[in-house]
Structures are given as C-alpha cells and as structure tokens.
T-cell receptor, first 114, second 114 residues
Framework: NAGVTQTPKFQVLKTGQSMTLQCAQDMNHEYMSWYRQDPGMGLRLIHYSVGAGITDQGEVPNGYNVSRSTTEDFPLRLLSAAPSQTSVYFCASSRGRNSGNTIYFGEGSWLTVV | AQSVSQHNHHVILSEAASLELGCNYSYGGTVNLFWYVQYPGQHLQLLLK??????LVKGIKGFEAEFIKSKFSFNLRKPSVQWSDTAEYFCAVKSTDSWGKLQFGAGTQVVVTP
C-alpha cells in the first residue's frame, strides 16, 4: 500500500514552461486536493476534488489547472510557470465526507521556477 | 470563512524545556482540529487530532493538545522537548461538512538546542 505518491520530487522550470505534478493514491479515496506551502503562510489549498469528474477551486487556484479522470489520479498542471509558483506542493487524499476520516499527505514536490 | 492563527512564528528552547504552541481558529460551526509536524526536508506528519469527546487529546511522540471550545483554541503541549523535536508545527482546522479541506495556520518553527 503506497498511500499518496507524488512525482517528481524536485523540478526546476524556466518561466513560461509548462509541467504537470502527478499525484496518485491507491486507497480508493474520493477526496483529493493540492496545497502549496510557502514560508510564513502555512499550506494553502489550490484545487480539490470530491470524486472522479468533479473538481473545484481552493484558496489560490490562479495559474493551476486540475482534472480528475480517475479516482486514483489528480494531476496538477502549470500551463505557464511563473517565479511566484516556486513552492513546495503537497497532494492529500481522504475517504469520503465523514469528518472522522484521516487525511493523508504525499511527500511533497519541490518546484523552482527561474 | 475559516481562519487559523498560530501565535508564534519561531520558538527556540533548550532540551527538557516545556513547549506550548498556541492555535486559535475562527469558525462558527463544528470543526475538526489537527496538529501536523514537518521535520526538515520531510513531508507533513499528523501529530494528533480532535474530532469529538475528551477535549484533551494525546498524540505521538509525547505531544498532547487541549481543545477549549469557548476560546476557539487548540494549543499543543509537550512537557519535555528533545533535540529531535526541532521542526515546523502546523495547526489545521476542517469544518465537519467540508470533506478534506483543511485550513492551515502559518506554522511555528521550533528549534530545540542541546
């Protein structure tokens, strides 16, 4: 049981390049989300999904796209990277809507945009 | 909208000292409360969580937290810290009807000196 798997772990991009951060979970979780972590700001929600085919914006969605074609995968796309998107990105998942469900985090993806 | 406030951004203390990190939240409904820890270069790990019942919850590594509903607080404590407790600590809140959407505090960087 791998839990929540993120790839790549480290990436350097040039301004204007595009890339996709991959997130996969093997726990059949309905809920998946992406956060970015910046110094002094904690983690902020970018996008989330409550099931395959359903996505919605979080607190800081601008510059990011997501899709959820399968239960397992929730990729985060940067269409035209900007230095302001230099951050650490965490994917998370949990089962259903029950408030008692544990939220699992991936190991993070360190992205630098130069 | 929910918000989470952590009182200190940086804390420096010596081994064997006691630690208390403050966390206050603003939300009118029923919430779940969490403390996460992030060791240098690592991903988030759940220290403890409160869903209901006894407001004093015990977590891993000797940490505990007390939920005081009247004060909207969920302070983290450890009676005697070790050098290995050097990490960043995040308080997080989730309303019980919001799936896995966590609202994080800005984090407190704790440095324990030998």
């Amino acid at each position: 049981n791998a839990g929540v798997t993120q790839t790549p772990k480290f990436q350097v991009l040039k301004t204007g390049q595009s890339m996709t951060l991959q997130c996969a979970q093997d726990m059949n979780h309905e809920y998946m989300s992406w956060y970015r972590q910046d110094p002094g700001m904690g983690l902020r929600l970018i996008h989330y999904s409550v099931g395959a085919g359903i996505t919605d914006q979080g607190e800081v969605p601008n510059g990011y796209n997501v899709s959820r074609s399968t239960t397992e995968d929730f990729p985060l796309r940067l269409l035209s990277a900007a230095p302001s998107q230099t951050s650490v990105y965490f994917c998370a998942s949990s089962r259903g809507r029950n408030s008692g469900n544990t939220i699992y985090f991936g190991e993070g993806s360190w992205l630098t945009v130069v | 909208a929910q918000s989470v406030s952590q009182h200190n951004h940086h804390v420096i203390l010596s081994e064997a000292a006691s630690l208390e990190l403050g966390c206050n939240y603003s939300y009118g409904g029923t919430v779940n409360l969490f403390w996460y820890v992030q060791y240098p270069g690592q991903h988030l790990q759940l220290l403890l969580k409160y869903f209901s019942g006894d407001p004093l919850v015990k977590g891993i590594k000797g940490f505990e937290a007390e939920f005081i509903k009247s004060k909207f607080s969920f302070n983290l404590r450890k009676p005697s810290v070790q050098w290995s407790d050097t990490a960043e600590y995040f308080c997080a809140v989730k309303s019980t009807d919001s799936w896995g959407k966590l609202q994080f505090g800005a984090g407190t960087q704790v440095v324990v000196t030998p």
